[in-house]
């Protein structure tokens, strides 16, 4: 009678298991590494957006909307804000309203580095 050798894994079984293994968590980790950097990115973008619309809401109280730009520091972040005529400005129906438009554009940045968010609006404001 002879006698079976498949009882259980030999060491070559074992180790090309284990290589698999490792292989299929490396994947793993690499994918769920990118859906954090993924989400830490998209965190930032929406905080530098919710800047954005705050500073387009303070202009004509704590911003003055006088045509120009500003560069204002904040908490961290780098807010860009440029005000200038609006060209149909000239159109009579504008001197008839008694209002002049401007637009305003405004760029947000962590200090230093490239805009992460522009916004840009039209602002009315009593004309002068």
Same mark, same amino acid.
């Given at each position: 009678m002879s006698e079976r050798r498949d009882r259980g894994f030999t060491l070559l079984e074992t180790m090309v298991a284990? #290589?698999?293994l490792v292989l299929v968590l490396g994947a793993a980790y690499r994918s769920l590494g990118a859906g954090s950097r993924s989400a830490a990115s998209a965190e930032t973008l929406v905080a530098a957006l919710s800047v #954005?619309?705050? #500073? &387009?809401a303070r202009i004509g109280t704590? &911003?003055?909307d006088d045509p120009?730009?500003?560069?204002?520091?904040?908490?961290g972040w780098q807010i860009d804000l440029?005000? /200038?005529?609006?060209?149909?400005?000239?159109?009579?129906?504008?001197? /008839?309203?008694?209002? &002049?438009? +401007?637009t305003a554009r405004?760029?947000?940045s962590a200090e230093g580095g490239p805009a992460l968010a522009t916004l840009q609006t039209l602002? +009315?404001?009593p004309a002068r």
């Open positions: 284990f #290589a698999i #954005a619309e705050s #500073a &387009l704590d &911003l003055s120009g730009r500003r560069v204002v520091v904040e908490g440029t005000i /200038q005529p609006y060209r149909p400005a000239e159109d009579p129906l504008w001197r /008839q309203t008694g209002l &002049l438009p +401007l405004v760029a947000v602002v +009315l404001r």
